[in-house]
C-alpha cells in the first residue's frame, strides 16, 4: 500500500515499550469520559529512587495473552493439513518441506509431525525418500472440511458484504481483502471461487489499475451491527426512557441501546465520577457505522464514539473476534480510522484489547471472550477444533525409537 501509515506498529512505538514492560507505569492519552482528558487510575506506587512515579497504568488481561500461545499449536497443525492436502498425491516430501515453508518454520513443523503421529504419518526411509501424510483418522475427519466451508459461504457472503457497506466508497481494494482472508475465513482461491458466484453483490472494479472489490447492492437489512444484534437479542429497548438517573455500575456496564459491553482488567479499580462519565459516555447517542463517515467531523464526540462502533464491528465480522494492528491499519482510508488508532483503542481498554504476544500486536474485542475462551465459533473455527482435537494422543513408539531428524538424515 503507498499511503504512508498512519498506525505505527506497536514495536517500533514509544507507547509500545512502554505498555508491556512489566511493573511499568505508562501515561495514557485521554480517555472519552472525562473532560480533563486522562484516565486517572488509583494504584500503589514502587520505589522510582528519587523520580516522580507515574500515575497510569495499562492492565494486561493474561487470559487474552494466552490465547497468543494457545493458538501456536493449532495453527502449525492446520498448515501442515493444508500443505499436504495441497500435494498431488496427498503426501509431502519432508526434503520439500523447507521450500513450503523456510528454513525456521521447517523445524518447528518437524517438531509438529515428530509430537503428534496421530495425526500425521511418516513413510520411507532408506532408499525411499520420507514423506509425511495425514493418518488414515486424520482423513476422515479431514472429509468434514468440504461440509464447514459449505456452511460457512453465506456467512462470508454476507460478512463481505456489511464489509463493503462501511466503507465510503462502497468498495476494498481486493489486496486489502487478500490480507485479512484468513481472518474472515475466505478460502485462499476466493478471488475466483467466491466472489464470480455472487454477481449481485460483488464486482471488481479496475480503479487507476488497481482491482477493488465493489459492493453492487445496498441492504438495509444488513446494516445492523453485532452490537445492536445482542442488545435485541437481551431485549434492551429503544432509547426513550433513559432520562432519569440510575445507579452507577461498577463494571461501567449500562443497559441502553446506545451502549457498549466493558470488561474492565482485574486491576482495574475506577472511582465513582469516572465511572459516571463512562455511563454519560454509555448514554450518548451515535451514528450508525453503516452511515458514510464523510457526513461526519470526527472532533464531535458523537463522531468518536461512532469510530468505537466501527472497530467493534470490524474486529466482529472475523471468525477469532481480532486482528492485527497492522490489519486495522489496512483499512484506515477507507473506514476514516483515527490517526492515532493505538490511543484510541487504548483509550476504550475496557472494549477492546491490545497484546503483543505472538511476534505481532493483536487486537481483541473482549466481550468475544470467556477467559481464554472464543464464546461463539464459526463452522469453519468447530471443523479446526475437531481435527486439531487429534492432537491429544500420542504414541511414544512412532517411530521406534527414532527422532524425526534421524529418519530425515
Request: aromatic content about 10%; glycine content about 4%.
Amino acid at each position: 500500500m503507498h499511503k504512508r501509515s498512519m498506525f505505527l506498529p506497536l514495536h517500533q512505538s514509544v507507547e509500545y515499550s512502554l505498555l508491556y514492560r512489566t511493573a511499568i507505569y505508562v501515561v495514557l492519552d485521554p480517555t472519552p469520559f472525562s473532560k480533563s482528558g486522562y484516565m486517572w487510575v488509583p494504584m500503589k506506587h514502587k520505589s522510582s529512587g528519587g523520580r516522580r512515579p507515574k500515575k497510569k497504568i495499562y492492565q494486561r488481561v493474561h487470559e487474552l495473552d494466552r490465547v497468543m500461545d494457545l493458538q501456536k499449536k493449532p495453527s502449525l497443525i492446520m498448515q501442515l493439513k493444508s500443505i499436504i492436502q495441497s500435494q498431488k498425491h496427498q503426501s509431502l516430501l519432508l526434503r520439500d518441506l523447507e521450500k513450503e515453508v523456510g528454513f525456521v518454520q521447517k523445524w518447528n513443523i518437524m517438531g509438529v509431525i515428530e509430537k503428534y503421529p496421530s495425526i500425521f504419518r511418516v513413510t520411507g526411509g532408506n532408499r525411499t525418500p520420507p514423506c509425511v501424510t495425514l493418518t488414515e483418522k486424520a482423513e476422515k475427519i479431514a472429509a468434514d472440511e468440504a461440509e464447514a466451508r459449505k456452511e460457512m459461504e453465506p456467512i462470508l457472503i454476507k460478512n463481505l458484504r456489511k464489509l463493503l457497506m462501511m466503507s465510503v466508497d462502497c468498495r476494498v481494494l481486493m489486496e486489502k481483502i487478500e490480507f485479512i482472508e484468513s481472518e474472515l475465513g475466505l478460502p485462499k482461491d476466493f478471488k475466483k471461487s467466491l466472489i464470480p458466484k455472487y454477481p449481485e453483490f460483488f464486482s471488481v472494479k479496475d480503479v487507476n489499475g488497481r482491482a477493488y472489490l465493489q459492493l453492487e447492492n445496498w441492504d438495509s437489512s444488513l446494516a445492523v451491527t453485532a452490537r445492536e444484534q445482542n442488545l435485541v437479542r437481551k431485549g434492551v429497548p429503544d432509547s426513550k426512557g433513559y432520562t432519569k438517573k440510575v445507579r452507577v455500575a461498577k463494571d461501567g456496564n449500562f443497559s441502553g441501546p446506545f451502549a457498549f459491553r466493558m470488561n474492565f482488567s482485574a486491576g482495574f479499580r475506577p472511582n465513582k465520577s469516572y465511572l459516571e462519565e463512562v455511563q454519560r459516555w454509555q448514554k450518548m447517542e451515535f451514528p450508525s457505522p453503516y452511515l458514510n463517515a464523510r457526513r461526519f467531523e470526527i472532533a464531535d464526540p458523537k463522531a468518536r464514539k461512532r469510530v468505537v462502533a466501527v472497530l467493534h464491528e470490524l474486529l466482529s465480522l472475523t471468525m477469532e473476534k481480532r486482528m492485527t494492528s497492522a490489519q486495522l491499519d489496512a483499512f484506515h482510508a477507507e473506514y476514516m480510522l483515527p490517526s492515532r488508532l493505538l490511543l484510541c483503542l487504548i483509550k476504550h481498554h475496557a472494549i477492546f484489547y491490545i497484546t503483543n504476544k505472538g511476534g505481532k500486536s493483536t487486537v481483541f474485542l473482549k466481550e468475544a471472550y470467556d477467559g481464554s475462551t472464543l464464546i461463539d465459533k464459526c463452522p469453519l473455527l468447530m471443523f479446526n477444533d475437531k481435527f486439531v482435537a487429534l492432537s491429544g494422543r500420542r504414541d511414544i513408539n512412532a517411530f521406534n525409537g527414532m527422532s524425526l531428524s534421524q529418519i530425515v538424515s
